[in-house]
């Protein structure tokens, strides 16, 4: 009898979650710009990437220093730590940038791929039976920044030399072949993009003015309208965001019409899109897309780096290393919540032992009690208000991964901050940098008056019973689904024991 019971209950949990994309809930990593520099030297001099020359006996850490690039033992200490925290993602995104930020007359193509392709292993062998999401960063090409508008063989290379063939699926390694993007799926149905947004890139001048370099806006929009028509959901993951740095003035990481016609397509499939992650910056922040009315509808999240290595670009600084636990909703994609690991290095530098440790966790320092849109907008709205504002302060903080634990911001710092967070196009951006502070707009709402109820004419008394057996339909089909589910995977949909991982941090 209570069998029966708990039979009948388990089939109506799954017609549950299968009518309303019920929160299921799992986790995945993203680990972003290694920058694995193999001449790193404990010794090494750091005004020159602390590599060895004249003048020796620097005492840079063993795991790094802020002036330069992440030494091996770095590498390993983060793999190791999201190995520790938490061993069994459902998947670990990687959004690139394996090379180190060195002149490219040190380095050539073997070098390269034989760089990426230690780094890929190291990471293989951390999560052995995890799949693991690639994507490429604008430093994994040779030259750098170099990627050209269609297929080249440094594609091949990259799978076969640097393994990412034992990543990637058959059917995605030749749609890889041909600019470095492809799609794979998740075991829960989730489709995951992997785009390489390095063709768009303002420092690539082989792709200027080619219209679609390598295809891939063309291929992008078929991907979101093939999951549109399949009610599937994506994860779209990517080296470079679109917009602007946020720590640096004016700079618009895309060529100004590939930015535009980028943001267009996240604008025109908002409802397929359930999330997006880049890296990139090294810095900790986050993005709004906004549709035509100001709403915002979409988040972008950056994940910090790796690498530790202090900016080339003036002011921007270092940061601490770091990697990223999301908690996502398994049926709809959305990101539910995330933790943010570091490695206080100076702490290491200093002699201590480097202990990776919980920087923070997004819901709670942000108090939010979602990581939606509209709270996001909120909760920026409140910092550009007040500058002084406590959370605005540990924003700043985290977006040097907490390097900086006493940033400087004055006014024109945190208009910055702001207007890249939510203004992603050119115009948009330089109205709110320059113009007045533009908070939020609600949506006009296009009441008309509500027409007087007229009786309802024939036809569509038969049009809404009609409408009535198609929805009674669908239930019988989808109990039937449910039951046949039942019979084979016996409480897959039960919630009693889908507590898997429900503290990641162990
Ligand atoms: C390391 O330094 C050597 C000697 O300068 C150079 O030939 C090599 O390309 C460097 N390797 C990397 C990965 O930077
Ligand atoms: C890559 O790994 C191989 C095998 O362990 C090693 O011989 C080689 O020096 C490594 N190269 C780099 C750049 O780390
Ligand atoms: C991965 O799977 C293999 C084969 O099933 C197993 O032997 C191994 O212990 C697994 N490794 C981890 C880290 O779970
Ligand atoms: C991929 O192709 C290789 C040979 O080309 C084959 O051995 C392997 O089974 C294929 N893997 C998958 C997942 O299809
Ligand atoms: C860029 O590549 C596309 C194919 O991907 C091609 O149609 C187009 O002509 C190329 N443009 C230039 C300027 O080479
Ligand atoms: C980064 O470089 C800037 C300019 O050279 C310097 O002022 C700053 O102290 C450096 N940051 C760190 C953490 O070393
Ligand atoms: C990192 O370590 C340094 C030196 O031990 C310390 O001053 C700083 O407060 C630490 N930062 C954080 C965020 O704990
Ligand atoms: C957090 O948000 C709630 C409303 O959502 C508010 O009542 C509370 O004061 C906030 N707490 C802090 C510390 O800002």
């Not at 840079?60 to 220093?65: A, P, V």
């Not at 990687?94 to 930020?101: E, F, K, M, N, R």
């Not at 959370?391 to 985290?398: G, S, V």
Request: neutral net charge; hydrophobic residues 35%; charged residues 15%.
């Amino acid at each position: 009898m209570t069998r029966q019971i708990y039979k009948v209950a388990s089939v109506l949990l799954c017609m549950q979650s299968v009518l309303t994309f019920e929160e299921k809930k799992g986790y995945f990593w993203q680990v972003s710009d290694f920058h694995y520099d193999a001449n790193y030297s404990s010794h090494g001099n750091p005004l020159n990437m602390c590599h060895q020359g004249q003048g020796q006996g620097y005492s840079n850490s063993q795991y790094g220093n802020y002036h330069c690039d992440a030494p091996w033992v770095l590498i390993e200490s983060a793999i190791n730590a999201m190995v520790k925290f938490h061993p069994y993602p459902d998947f670990v995104i990687w959004t690139g940038d394996s090379i180190p930020h060195v002149k490219n007359s040190d380095l050539d193509s073997l070098k390269v791929y034989e760089n990426i392709g230690n780094v890929t292993l190291r990471l293989k062998q951390g999560f052995p039976n995890t799949t693991i999401y690639p994507v490429l960063g604008n430093h994994d090409e040779y030259p750098a920044d170099h990627y050209p508008n269609g297929s080249t063989n440094y594609y091949s290379d990259i799978l076969y030399k640097s393994h990412w063939h034992t990543l990637l699926e058959n059917n995605t390694a030749d749609e890889f072949k041909t600019g470095g993007y492809y799609q794979g799926h998740t075991k829960t149905g989730l489709v995951m993009v992997g785009l390489n947004t390095n063709l768009l890139f303002s420092q690539d001048p082989l792709t200027k003015g080619t219209g679609d370099p390598a295809g891939q806006f063309q291929w992008l929009r078929r991907k979101l309208s093939e999951a549109r028509s399949l009610n599937k959901k994506v994860i779209l993951f990517s080296h470079i965001a679109p917009g602007y740095f946020e720590k640096y003035q004016d700079l618009m990481w895309f060529y100004n019409d590939y930015n535009n016609e980028y943001i267009k397509i996240l604008q025109t499939f908002n409802d397929v899109i359930a999330t997006q992650v880049y890296g990139h910056e090294h810095t900790d922040s986050f993005r709004l897309v906004k549709d035509s009315y100001g709403e915002p509808v979409d988040i972008l999240f950056l994940s910090p780096a790796v690498t530790p290595w202090n900016s080339s670009l003036a002011g921007v600084g270092a940061n601490n290393p770091g990697v990223r636990l999301y908690e996502y909703n398994q049926n709809n994609g959305e990101i539910i919540n995330y933790w943010q690991y570091f490695l206080n290095l100076s702490s290491v530098i200093s002699g201590n032992p480097p202990n990776w440790a919980l920087e923070y966790e997004a819901k709670k320092v942000y108090n939010l009690t979602k990581l939606q849109p509209l709270e996001v907008l909120a909760l920026v709205n409140s910092f550009d208000n007040d500058k002084f504002n406590k959370l605005y302060m540990k924003y700043l903080q985290f977006n040097s991964v907490s390097q900086d634990v006493m940033p400087y911001c004055d006014e024109s710092c945190v208009k910055q901050h702001f207007c890249a967070i939510s203004e992603l196009e050119k115009s948009g951006y330089q109205s709110c940098l320059h113009g007045e502070i533009t908070t939020h707009h609600p949506r006009p709402h296009h009441s008309t008056p509500k027409a007087p109820p007229k009786d309802v004419p024939k036809y569509m008394e038969y049009v809404i019973i009609g409408l009535g057996a198609v929805v009674l339909l669908l239930f019988i089909v989808i109990a039937l689904i449910c039951l046949k589910k039942h019979r084979f995977i016996p409480n897959r949909y039960s919630r009693f024991n889908s507590n898997l991982a429900s503290n990641p941090i162990n």
